[in-house]
């Protein structure tokens, strides 16, 4: 009986495996669709930027456009008109679908609800997998992909710069040990639930790329049946940490090598295509583009680059970003172009946190708050600050409003000049001078 049991679980799982294109490189043939509902995140990697409004990058973390739950199931409805060879659903950000879980559950019901042939899948960073694992499971999630790039605190303190956990923002050894220990238990806790589990190691060299198969060694252990050696996306131009100081991407040899001191351990996968948060079609195929309301045709084109953009800096002294977001009262603005930096009238606004240390109180007065904060930010792209809590953190990024705190406690000039300079390059594809006032 025992026997007949292990046997049928594992056809069944080896049909779930041959017909997924992401775990399988036999199952081209399928089509994917992932579905972008996940703007926040509860960590920051320094490999990653991700970008709201884009369409020209193929990388993880960029989208054309944040959908809600019923955007995203129309979306996925016209699309499958259109490709009926789609199997499979899944949700990938552009932030964490867990850190987003009540948008991430009430899409995947709601497509589960539809009762196709479908695969349902949740690419997470596994921080709080183990709080949602049994949620997935019971919505019909059967694939899960954590990204996990180290089991050392030591390795992973430098590629996380903040974990958020608890309503705390952690940092340094505590944040990397934090998630790393809440990624194995969420692994562990998936796989005794019967989910097919692959894990994403992005490959960094001189940071994790001596540590991958001790990674390898461990997932397999915890009950991971596929593991994906992703090369590091650094070019400068995405805008991310480490592309900005300069580290490096894999060479072919080195994730090669990599990839044979994992495979000691467990299956690898080669056919990864690092796809976008709202990739649509075949891998290697991608058709985001291919579907707009007014049903043009425009996949693989760019779109044309932003004429402008607005920042707002949250700001004490009026010379260092060192306020908290939710302790602002008014928000210096400025406005980029490719002509130069143009100071805007100041935003005064309401102060946002009147108690709470992280300010992610749910209450009506201060969702009402919130809502009269994001009405005077109107027209802002982006707003840097000292610290966030989470709950305005996911308002913002649902408005269309990028926070960040990466540039803490530096000078305003410096920073809006760094910045200046990424919108000329992201406008221009050109070089550019860091001198605010010259042109692009």
């Given at each position: 009986m025992w026997r007949t049991q292990m046997g049928e679980l594992l056809a069944t799982q080896q049909a779930k495996i041959e017909t997924h294109p992401c775990y399988s490189k036999q199952a081209h043939q399928y089509a994917r669709i992932h579905l972008p509902v996940a703007p926040a995140c509860n960590i920051q990697c320094n490999y990653c930027n991700r970008k709201f409004d884009c369409s020209n990058e193929s990388r993880p973390g960029v989208v054309s456009k944040l959908m809600s739950p019923a955007e995203a199931?129309?979306?996925?409805?016209?699309?499958?008109?259109?490709?009926?060879?789609t199997r499979v659903v899944g949700i990938a950000g552009p932030g964490d679908p867990?850190?987003?879980?009540?948008?991430t559950i009430a899409t995947l019901k709601a497509v589960a609800a539809l009762k196709h042939e479908l695969h349902l899948c949740v690419s997470t960073n596994g921080l709080n997998l183990l709080d949602h694992v049994d949620d997935l499971k019971a919505v019909g999630v059967d694939h899960l992909t954590i990204t996990i790039n180290c089991i050392d605190a030591d390795i992973g303190s430098k590629i996380y710069p903040w974990v958020y956990f608890n309503h705390?923002?952690?940092?340094?050894?505590v944040a990397a040990q934090t998630l790393i220990d809440r990624q194995l238990a969420g692994l562990k806790a998936a796989a005794d639930l019967g989910m097919l589990v692959k894990i994403n190691t992005v490959l960094i060299p001189g940071i994790n790329d001596h540590h991958v198969a001790a990674v390898a060694q461990e997932v397999k252990?915890?009950?991971a049946m596929l593991h994906n050696v992703m090369p590091l996306i650094a070019e400068a131009e995405h805008g991310t940490y480490f592309?900005?100081?300069?580290?490096?991407s894999p060479t072919e040899s080195e994730i090669a090598a990599a990839r044979e001191a994992a495979g000691q351990s467990m299956e690898q996968m080669s056919h990864c295509q690092q796809c976008r948060a709202d990739a649509v079609g075949k891998l290697g195929q991608d058709c985001h583009a291919?579907?707009?309301?007014?049903?043009?045709?425009?996949?693989?084109?760019?779109?044309?680059?932003?004429?402008?953009r607005y920042i707002a800096v949250a700001s004490q002294s009026g010379v260092l970003i060192d306020q908290?977001?939710?302790?602002?009262?008014?928000?210096?603005?400025?406005?980029?172009?490719?002509?130069?930096i143009v100071r805007q009238p100041d935003r005064d606004v309401d102060q946002y946190c009147l108690g709470s240390t992280e300010c992610d109180d749910e209450s009506l007065n201060q969702q009402q708050r919130m809502s009269t904060l994001i009405s005077s930010l109107e027209g802002c792209d982006q707003v840097l600050c000292s610290r966030i809590g989470m709950g305005p953190w996911q308002s913002l990024e649902q408005h269309g409003v990028t926070p960040s705190t990466d540039y803490a406690m530096q000078a305003i000039d410096e920073v809006l000049a760094i910045e200046w300079q990424r919108f000329c390059e992201n406008s221009t594809q050109g070089t550019v001078s860091s001198e605010i006032g010259e042109v692009c």
């Open positions: 199931v129309a979306r996925y409805q016209k699309v499958k008109m259109r490709i009926p060879e867990l850190a987003n879980p009540k948008s705390k923002r952690l940092r340094g050894r252990r915890l009950g592309g900005l100081m300069g580290q490096r291919d579907l707009d309301d007014d049903g043009s045709s425009a996949c693989g084109t760019s779109a044309l680059p932003a004429a402008e908290h977001f939710g302790h602002a009262t008014h928000f210096q603005v400025y406005q980029l172009t490719q002509a130069g």
